[in-house]
């Protein structure tokens, strides 16, 4: 590899930065991990509640919701209070829908019964890929809240179905490259997120050109990185929960 | 194929909905269409206004937006007003940057000079792939507001580098098929938005599983069914603007 | 008529602009119209729920309420989006509540049950008079959703007690002319609103001098051209809904 | 009149209730009164301020705004209050805008200079006809901070080029009868508002049927009572600017 | 005393300001009163609910809770109006949480039954001392409310088991001063809000140092002015409620 | 001491919580630090910013303010996340003021000339106490960010004119106690913060009595406690500074 085509990051093009789960950081919460993600830094907390939403009540069926957010500071640049401004953003609503999505299609909600689990992903620090840790660490603060449900006797089994993780991959000077970090994200010609399976399903994959069009062998490249780096993370994972 | 695995709407695997794009509806609007895709009718309107956002100031490049809106009664369900609510949802707000980051994508926002277009889509019924007909339809608004700013003489030549044009796909019975209009989009396995330009690049996939994982099979089936339903848009695109 | 004296439009004093009302435009609504005075087009569509505000729930009786809005590229200048900007303007309230207080004062509320109808009034192009226009079509949205009630026997008898239709009126070098298109409305001296029942009643008259005060012989002068210019619009009504 | 026909005051048909206008009353402001129509009691105060809004900048004219308020407890009933719901309601601005028109209209802004005038009128004590209240005290509020501001010498001319003032009238029983209280405008077939210039001009009718369709004869009964009225609030202003 | 330590408003250091509070003003209220200290002048309506919070719902308890606001233009300078600007300030929230705290501290909430007190202090004028203002007057306010419950036969006995007042002190010149007014607040090294007991207790105190912090020694000093200055405030309370 | 008036931590009345300050946690903050008391875990970031708010404007000084927040699972059960609810609730603005004051009480903003400071005051686990941590931790921040600005020679020394620190204290069973957690903050008579400088200077007082009113002996003995708290608070920011 020349230098010309290096990534800002200088890691092999399938490198994915360095990854740290440490369960059970949140005292209060019933399921709990901070995840790492190189620099990136995400809490997740899972609070498990006896209700549900108005629209499934009575259906037997349990929930699992996410919210998302950064603290101010988590940023280069300071960012303003969302809590101040009085409203969330279009990009953290978008974030907390996909969270909640990618964790609904691997749980059994008729196991759940009447319940709903609310996944708190808060970033401590940002740099690139917060939403993919975000959901890698939510999975795990969920299974130990299912966990912890289960020692309570509230649940007789666990309701996951099998592990979801995420990774972001984009183009770099044409080349796949695996997990961008904040730099490297701002200078991609495309990036993409992907949601996967423990037993190699897709769960969601939002791919966006930034600078121009891409191709169809393009997008199987980086899903084939994806691939690859998810592996790494539902080690991490199983790691996390004892497993 | 037998009747268990004919699609809801009963149209082939491969069928695209009746596309009709009206341009030039909206009197005061510098470009416009009502574009219909089966039943679901959009209104998309192109306003120009000769300035840029503060993060543009003074950089000598345009600005292309959007935003979305639904009619209260474009559903089989009254929903409620979002002016009333006073918020937009997150689904809007997520639809609304999909739209402005596709028609970006094929837009050198240097040959607009200082210009903001904003793209207003309004659903006045909806049946299904409203956030891909709006896409299409801002192509159109878009393309009939830069002529109209050449024909004003505040530009010489149409910054818009390309088509670009949406279709939503989905996996039915584990058949991938094209086009879902609302009741096949409630009952289908996975769905996806595709957002590709007329010279065959990827913009954007927004590929979400419903109910099960799906697989990298099934995505390539989704995205070839996808070239083949856009490319009817982008003919549909190129009658409207009279080319 | 001197040239001086010409109202902008150049129509006679009492000369009312084309009305055109074309009913059940959309497919979910239970009742609608399009209705357009001249450039002015508005859609009214009539949604029937079962039940009732909590300020009349077990009294036996109905409501009728409405909403306005106003479409952001309706007008000259594209105008902010209310749902974006987070909240509905006064004139928008205004307007809204006028719409329902002129539906209810036709509507025998008793022989509705505890039913609600939401009329929504959302102004395609604005050219004046969008208000008047939203009342005369509202009230034929209304009358289709009462029939579609009784086709669904719902109600045994349509609960409307009349026809309600408003058109506004203004002062224009001291004559009184009829129907102010957007032109004629701001450069008016006063203008009015007149809401008239088909047996010849006042329901509303909101009249506002916008340069000096006029006299009680011009109120008289304006309220003799409303009553003739209602008469067409109740002509249009009934045709609308085939009467 | 027999006993069935008498009002629920028991005013005579065209008794106006006691008007007590106290110049001077707010301490900070440079213009205010306390205006009481019977138990209505309303604090109007006139602020000024050395600039105008954005769309006069530069044009050498003044602006007279206005804007209304309710204590919590002016009601028999508590009322939420506006600041802790977030959102003043429709009716608050609706009556806003009226009174800030009607000042507007008997006041010669190009006179004002750059200059803006803010009239705020808090209800202390509701028993109907508030918003006629308002505008009367408005009136004495503006002239005296008019006179101020001559005194300071920043004008050379008092800019009013009249007075305006506001009763309402109704129907009761099918008899037109002057300025309504809480009790009458509840049970009142019809009500206006008229909002009428020294001179005998017409600035402003909101004329409202609350039950049934009223007719020309009576609105031309109200007008009367409405003149008479007024007249008497013209020499109550006069009495409290001491002229 | 030189001239140097004399106070801004000449006043001795351990001086009130003349205190009037006038019971009964607010002709709906179950209990009211307007206070004044110096200009200082608080309108403080006490209403009546039959039932209580969600938190305190079939525990038996009663609920006393403030709101406080102010007028646009009791200030030297307008304010912008709370629900104007659609949120209340951080000021008002403290204020009002401190108001309902200090009038719970001397209410038997028990004795009170199932019911809500809410007390509405609105400032009229302004000049410093508005939030102890506010709570000498509520006290009153509360304790006419109880005693229109008694004479309603709604409670057998008054739930007050004492009295609770309220009175700023501030450093001036490194002197202790009693009671300071605007000037004095805006010039003070250090202010403090007591509310104090008329059995001698504290219920709180918010001391802040403005230029450097202050000693033990100078809080003493403003404590033992606080003892004093509301010893003259229950007397003026009592007063008040004729006792 | 017997079991009877054992506080409930098993704690000496005098005995403080386990303090740790880690100093520069928050990679991209100017200045940070997370600030540990018992189980109460707050990140304090402090963020400079070349301008000041517009009533500073041109006066050559600077400026420190703070905001406060609680992530939704630091306490024992959910809260409701403000970003999602579009507000800040009165006791955060409350909270968030104070941590402002206390900092700007031992700040020359002459010396910092125009700059501002944010302090970010993040609450990850709450277990009482967390305004006084809070401020205790932003003083750390807040000197670690001047240093900051002097190795980049923006400033020539450090602005800050002592030490602040915070702690509250509280009635158990009639006995002053150091340092609430939250099961005795819950159950104390009365509680009060008490904000300090390093020369024995008093800041800010907030103290109030949860049950029954208390006595001026109490209150010295209150502070005779903080006294000795924030003596060791003192240290351990030293510590944290490496000073």
């Not at 997990?179 to 990036?191: G, K, N, R, T, V």
Request: aromatic fraction near 4%; charged fraction near 25%; glycine fraction near 12%.
């Amino acid at each position: 590899m020349t230098d010309d085509t290096l990534r800002p990051s200088g890691r092999a093009p399938d490198a994915l930065r360095t990854v740290l789960i440490e369960p059970g950081v949140a005292r209060h919460a019933e399921g709990s991990c901070r995840i790492r993600m190189g620099l990136t830094e995400v809490l997740c907390t899972a609070s498990v509640e006896g209700r549900v939403p108005g629209f499934l009540r009575g259906k037997g069926e349990g929930w699992v919701t996410a919210e998302y957010g950064m603290l101010p500071r988590a940023t280069h640049k300071r960012g303003e209070r969302e809590a101040a401004k009085g409203k969330q953003s279009g990009r953290t609503q978008e974030i907390q829908r996909l969270i909640g999505r990618s964790l609904r299609a691997v749980t059994d909600r008729k196991a759940m019964g009447e319940m709903t689990v609310t996944l708190d992903c808060d970033v401590l620090t940002a740099d690139g890929g917060t939403r993919c840790a975000a959901i890698t660490g939510a999975w795990v603060a969920l299974h130990l809240a299912f966990e912890h449900c289960m020692a309570k006797r509230v649940l007789s089994r666990n309701p996951l179905l099998g592990q979801v993780a995420a990774v972001s991959c984009g183009l770099w000077r044409g080349v796949p490259v695996l997990d961008l970090d904040y730099a490297e994200d701002s200078a991609a010609q495309a990036d993409a997120n992907f949601v996967l399976t423990g037993a190699g399903g897709i769960v969601e994959i939002q791919a966006t050109a930034e600078a121009e069009p891409f191709s169809e062998h393009h997008m199987l490249g980086l899903l084939a990185l994806a691939k690859q780096g998810t592996a790494a993370l539902f080690a991490a994972q199983q790691e996390a929960i004892g497993a």
